[in-house]
């Protein structure tokens, strides 16, 4: 990780990174509720209506981060910016650990039976107790009144989901134009179209760290 700050808006981002790496929970706490909004939509739009009485989304959201956390001071920025690459990391995970849900949810139902946990059968185990552990629970499970989760909503639906593959999980921009079968040009001035909006209504706010189409 490089040793200057990324430049406006990401500084903040990177001297928080920094100062969890060295252990500081306040700096956890600050990145796990900058990018809540974010994975917490991601995550309840791959569950789905369905996985979500199998698992929560803020269950996911807090596993990605146990991922991450061991990783954090290895994670280089990209374009002098920290948000997308742990934006990718985490939202990877995330939907990692979705489809591993939707692959054992089918085949207890082909057996006969119900799910009974929420931890898919190809993941690692997770080490939930712990005291960083609850410092990403509790900022995780915060109630939460979002400017950022009020602006997502407020999309088209479209516009929400594209925001989410594109500007999340940093989707390849040509399979995201076939799945809505769009060029890949309309498909760009769609994301970018959708993310200034966000930007105009919160321009201070983690809208301004996602990258540019």
Known sequence: ??????PVPG???SL???RAVDGDDDSIAWLVDRLRPLLLAQAAWRLGPGLRRVCEPE???HEAWLVLLPRLGSLPPRDGRLTPVLLSFLS???LHKANNLLRREARRKLAGHEVADSHGDDDSPIELGGPRSE?????VRREMSCQVQDALAELPDQDREIILLRGIEQQDPEIVAQLYDISRGALSKRYNRALARLRQRLPDSVF???LDD
Do not use: F
């Not at 990780?1 to 990324?6: C, K």
């Not at 410092?135 to 900022?139: D, H, K, P, T």
């Open 1 to 6: 990780m490089q040793t200057n700050e990324d």
């Open 11 to 13: 500084m903040a981002t």
């Open 16 to 18: 928080h990174v920094r």
């Open 59 to 61: 269950d996911l959201v």
């Open 92 to 94: 990877t995970t995330i």
């Open 135 to 139: 410092v990403i629970a509790s900022v």
């Open 208 to 210: 301004a760290e996602l």
